[in-house]
């Protein structure tokens, strides 16, 4: 996991959370907790996106290396 997050998601994902914990208790359970919390769950759903992202990077990757191997060996074969 720690190859798909750099260090500036990981202090963004810290200082979200801290913000988040910080507004339940200086606000209170009233009604702006909604605000807040739907604040917070769009910041994981775009650590989430980008981690997928990464994710989906590194296995197109792998096979296009696949594909680029495959095709220097058919290559050498026939010569």
């Known amino acids: 996991m720690g190859k798909h997050f750099d260090v ?3 202090i963004v994902i810290i200082i979200t ?3 988040f914990v910080v507004s339940l208790f200086t606000k209170g359970l009233t009604h702006d907790l909604l605000l807040e919390a739907g604040v917070f769950l769009v910041s994981v759903k775009l650590i989430m ?5 990464s994710v989906t990077t590194q296995k197109v990757l792998k096979e296009l290396e696949e594909i680029k191997g495959s095709i220097k060996e058919t290559c050498q074969s026939k010569q």
């Open 49 to 53: 996106m980008g981690y997928n992202n």
């Open 8 to 10: 500036p998601t990981i």
């Open 17 to 19: 959370f801290v913000l």
